[in-house]
Structure formats: structure tokens, C-alpha cells
């Protein structure tokens, strides 16, 4: 079972928001999950990013890889926790 940290989509039609879960790399996009990790807002403006730093230090501790995306938006946060170079640059699947 490989667990990553991605992005969930929900919001209505033409308006946007992601929750940042972590889940099984075989579930769907907007499939069960094993915790949320914080949410991303891509309307607002500037875009509201909040990310438990601590929840994701903690999976990422436990072997989760976070999609490119994911990545990006942890950095982009400045997050709590992992610093940037100790995320890992695997690929998903």
C-alpha cells in the first residue's frame, strides 16, 4: 500500500477548493481517505493555503509521498514541519 498526500477536489461547479488528504495511491481523486491535512482556496485573493505542518511531518515520517502539487503548496505555505529539502522527491504509484 503506497500512501501519498494529495489534493481532493470539492466546491461546486466553476468554484474551486482542494482539501490536502492523505490516502492510499489506489483510491480515486475524490475517493476515501485517511486524514485531512489542511485545505488550499485557489479564489480567494492572494490564494488561502493552510497546511498542518505537524500532521504532514508525521506522514511524510511514515513513508507518505506528496504529489508535485502538494509539494509545491507546502513550500509555498512555509509550513511547520518538514523543511522543503527533506520532502521526498518520489513519484507516485
Same mark, same amino acid.
Given at each position: 500500500m503506497?500512501?501519498?498526500?494529495?489534493?481532493?477536489?470539492?466546491?461546486?461547479?466553476?468554484?474551486?477548493?482542494?482539501?490536502?488528504?492523505?490516502?492510499?495511491?489506489?483510491? $480515486?481523486?475524490?475517493?476515501?481517505?485517511?486524514? =485531512?491535512?489542511?485545505?488550499?482556496?485557489?479564489?480567494?485573493?492572494?490564494?488561502?493555503?493552510?497546511?498542518?505542518?505537524?500532521?504532514?511531518? =508525521?506522514?511524510?515520517?511514515?513513508?507518505?509521498?506528496?504529489?508535485?502539487?502538494?509539494?509545491?503548496?507546502?513550500?509555498?505555505?512555509?509550513?511547520?514541519?518538514?523543511? $522543503?529539502?527533506?520532502? $521526498?522527491e518520489?513519484?507516485?504509484?
Amino acid at each position: 500500500m503506497g500512501v501519498v498526500i494529495r489534493l481532493k477536489r470539492a466546491g461546486g461547479k466553476n468554484r474551486p477548493f482542494f482539501q490536502l488528504v492523505v490516502c492510499d495511491s489506489r483510491m $480515486p481523486r475524490d475517493g476515501r481517505f485517511l486524514e =485531512n491535512v489542511g485545505y488550499y482556496d485557489p479564489l480567494t485573493e492572494p490564494a488561502t493555503i493552510h497546511v498542518d505542518g505537524n500532521k504532514v511531518a =508525521n506522514w511524510v515520517a511514515k513513508g507518505a509521498i506528496p504529489s508535485e502539487t502538494v509539494r509545491h503548496l507546502i513550500r509555498k505555505a512555509g509550513a511547520a514541519g518538514p523543511a $522543503p529539502s527533506a520532502l $521526498p522527491e518520489g513519484s507516485i504509484g
